[in-house]
């Protein structure tokens, strides 16, 4: 599959690496955290790494639904600002 994806970002110089006789680059800490990433060339040969994060397939319909997203976001933030209550589970 090809994906194709333009580019209206300008991009920084961060540094230069050598190419290994084994033909890797190691990237330091450029991308510390990120496990995947998704490469792109273009026809002068520029390469632009992306990192990606996955997520299992049964997470997927929550990024589908808009509501139930917005729901746990709310929730989230709600959390980290102290709005909680205990729940007795014996109640319900």
Known sequence: MQNNIKISDDFQEIGTKTID???RLTLGEIFKGYKRIRLYKNDRGEVLLRPIVEIPA??????????????????LKDASEGKITKLNLDEL
Do not use: C, H, M, T
Not at 58 to 75: C, D, I, P, T
């Open 21 to 23: 006789d084994r033909n």
């Open 58 to 75: 049964s997470e997927l319909w929550l990024f589908q639904n808009s509501n139930a997203l917005e729901s746990v976001q709310k929730g």
